[in-house]
């Protein structure tokens, strides 16, 4: 049973700072991606940025420039920085994990971004 374990969320004003964390239940580099997404009241899950095990990134138009996602694999950890946020960041974050087999969700951490 894979576990993502988000943590770092919470009320930040606009132009401020976050980083997120996903702790997984294993080696990060079983998984073929890991990424993050993100739903808004009443708008459909996005995603925000994802990497693949080789390292390849990609980000959404909405936050690049604005957002980073790294890994320490020690730590088994996936962290997404978020810079001069928006209110319109506002949402649920979620990691995400894919491998051959299937899909994995955390639970979610609210991201609040206050005008």
């Known amino acids: 049973q894979v576990q993502l374990v988000e943590s770092g969320g919470g009320l930040v004003q606009a132009g401020g700072s976050l980083r997120l964390s996903c702790a997984a239940s294993r080696h990060i580099f079983s998984f073929n991606a890991m990424g993050w997404y993100r739903q808004a009241p009443g708008k459909q899950r996005e995603l925000v940025t994802s990497?693949?095990?080789?390292?390849?990134?990609n980000y959404a138009d909405s936050v690049g420039g604005r957002t980073t996602i790294s890994r320490d694999s020690a730590k088994n950890t996936v962290y997404l920085q978020m810079n001069s946020l928006k209110p319109e960041d506002t949402a649920v974050y979620y990691c995400?994990?894919?491998?051959?087999?299937?899909?994995?969700w955390g639970q979610g951490t609210q991201v609040t971004v206050s005008s």
């Open positions: 990497i693949s095990t080789s390292g390849r990134i």
């Open positions: 995400n994990a894919a491998d051959s087999w299937s899909t994995y």
